[in-house]
């Protein structure tokens, strides 16, 4: 079910749905490359999934599952989200600068397409 966060993400440039979840369900912390389908469509949504606490941002303290969608800018508050990781791309990092974390997510977007479109072709 998504829940709001903190509203940064669309700020970043790359807005994301937060997941409610216990903490039991979390998967490790990192960053995943996922097909993610929004209540009961069929059609899933290529995207990059991040698990963990936001190191970068002091305060945040609690592990969550936060969820972009590529090339979709939807309101999702209230639906639910079923989410297939298909690979962990790295550790969640805790950044110095804002403009790192930018870049950073920037680059994991580029390559969950990647490893999603390869993906796609092996397992339709
Ligand atoms: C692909 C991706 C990678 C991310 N990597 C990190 C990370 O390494 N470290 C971190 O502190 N936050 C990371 N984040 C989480 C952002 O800090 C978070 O999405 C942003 O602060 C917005 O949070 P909000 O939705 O609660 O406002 C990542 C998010 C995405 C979508």
């Known amino acids: 079910m998504v829940v709001p966060g903190d509203g940064r993400g669309r700020e970043l ?3 994301t ?4 979840l216990d903490e039991g ?3 490790e912390d990192g960053i995943y490359a ?4 929004i209540d009961e469509e069929t059609h899933p949504w290529a995207s990059s999934v991040s698990v963990g606490a936001n190191p970068t941002f002091e305060g945040d303290r609690e592990r969550r599952v936060e969820v972009h969608l590529h090339d ?3 309101d999702l508050y209230g639906r639910r989200l079923a989410v297939s990781l298909v ?3 790295r550790p969640t990092l805790r950044f110095d600068r804002v403009d790192a974390l930018i870049a950073q997510t920037a ?3 580029v390559r969950c397409r990647m490893l999603l479109t390869d993906h796609a072709r092996i397992s339709p």
């Open 25 to 27: 369900d979390l998967p």
């Open 72 to 74: 979709a800018d939807l």
């Open 107 to 109: 680059d994991d977007v």
């Open 17 to 20: 749905a937060n997941l409610a």
């Open 34 to 37: 996922a097909w993610v389908r």
């Open 87 to 89: 690979a962990h791309l």
């Open 13 to 15: 440039g790359f807005p």
